[in-house]
């Protein structure tokens, strides 16, 4: 690109470097595919798919849905998964040159029953609304905390991954933001486009980014990309009074690159393993391999069941019958899935 653009020195604003136009363009198409709108009790945001079953969002979106004040992991409150709907597709489109945009359906993403995946607050200092210093990273490391929520979904989702950005530009660069902020009547606007430019990272490495991008009440969890559609993080909130300063960054964003590692680690596999032979022992006391037919509900059921925040019923499976009807096939289908996890 700069070969390109060595000849050309009116091209003066090296933080919006022009770019191929159909290319971005694409990009751009490909990239809204990944964004949702995320409805938790009264608040709403935005949200990335960042795997085929997980959503990225700020963890201040979801709070009020979530028991942090155990000693172990933070864990969905009874009934929050009723109360919090992920929605794909909630954008405008120009289907015909000739008559106004049409906003098109969207389509709802059902969430697991064990829907938070992982959550990491925000620091005390961030929840204080417009009294907080923009730039402190008072209280956040290496670790966080990162004002970050993975939400899972219950099925998985057409997923074309977006590269993260890597590491981050020393020296400002231009932005792109998509999201769902408020009209300012109660509702939800479609999908948006906000452009800006990250002014500065915080910390080293960086912990939070400063940006100007255009955003509101909705915007929280808004994935934030470069100009080549490569992710570079999640808006997390910014200043409700901003002075009038032209380019002034206003706005905080979480990088994607701390966390993007654990993501793998938390995605379900599409479907259950299936679990073909179990071992026996025949008359004479010799271990024998039997191929293992059906029964595949009672399968996955004891897959889900392993997992450590898996909820008290899908931990429990009762076998009843007498032999004859299936007893003690269940039987040896859970004891040779249970005890290749460890359990009873």
């Known amino acids: 690109m700069f070969e390109r653009l060595a000849e050309l020195h009116s091209f ?7 770019v191929d136009a159909r290319v971005v363009a694409r990009r751009l198409l490909l990239a809204s595919d990944l964004v949702c709108r995320i409805d938790a009790g009264p608040r709403h945001g935005t949200g990335l798919l960042v795997t085929p079953t997980l959503v990225a969002t700020a963890a201040h979106l979801v709070s009020d849905l979530v028991d942090a004040t155990g000693p172990g992991p933070a ?4 009934g929050s998964t009723s109360r919090i709907h992920v929605t794909f597709g909630d954008m405008t489109d120009q289907l015909d040159d000739e008559a106004p945009p049409t906003r098109l359906t969207p389509t709802p993403a059902p969430l697991a029953a064990s829907w938070l995946a992982l959550y990491s607050p925000p620091t005390a200092e961030e929840t204080v609304g417009d009294a907080f210093d923009l730039d402190s990273v008072a209280g956040i490391g290496e670790d966080g905390p ?3 929520a993975i939400l899972r979904l219950a099925e998985a989702r057409p997923f074309r991954p ?10 400002p660069f231009q932005i792109h933001v998509l999201h769902h902020p408020g009209d300012g009547r109660g509702g939800v606007l479609p999908l948006l486009w906000s452009v800006g430019t990250v002014d500065r990272p915080l910390g080293d490495p960086p912990v939070r980014l400063l940006h100007s991008a255009n955003t509101s009440g909705g915007s ?4 934030v990309f470069d100009a080549e559609f490569r992710v570079v993080g999640l808006h997390q909130a910014g200043l409700e009074q901003r002075p009038a300063r032209g380019g002034a960054a206003f706005n905080r964003a979480v990088p994607m690159s701390p966390w993007s590692s654990q993501l793998e680690s938390l995605e379900l596999p599409e479907t259950a393993p299936s679990v073909t032979t179990v071992e026996k022992l025949d008359r004479q006391g010799n271990p024998v391999t039997r ?3 059906g029964r595949l509900g009672t399968v ?3 897959w889900r069941g392993q997992f450590p925040d898996a909820i008290a019923p899908e931990r429990l499976i009762v076998v009843v019958g007498e032999p004859g009807l299936g007893l003690r096939f269940t039987h040896h289908l859970v004891h040779s899935v249970v005890t290749r996890y460890g359990g009873a």
């Not at 003066?12 to 022009?18: G, I, L, Q, Y």
């Open 12 to 18: 003066v604003t090296p933080a919006h470097t022009p």
């Open 75 to 78: 864990a969905p409150r009874a």
């Open 300 to 302: 996955e059921r004891i």
């Open 162 to 171: 977006r590269p993260p950005c890597g590491d981050l530009p020393h020296n």
């Open 291 to 293: 191929t293992v037919i």
């Open 146 to 148: 990162w004002d970050l």
């Open 220 to 223: 929280s969890g808004a994935p």
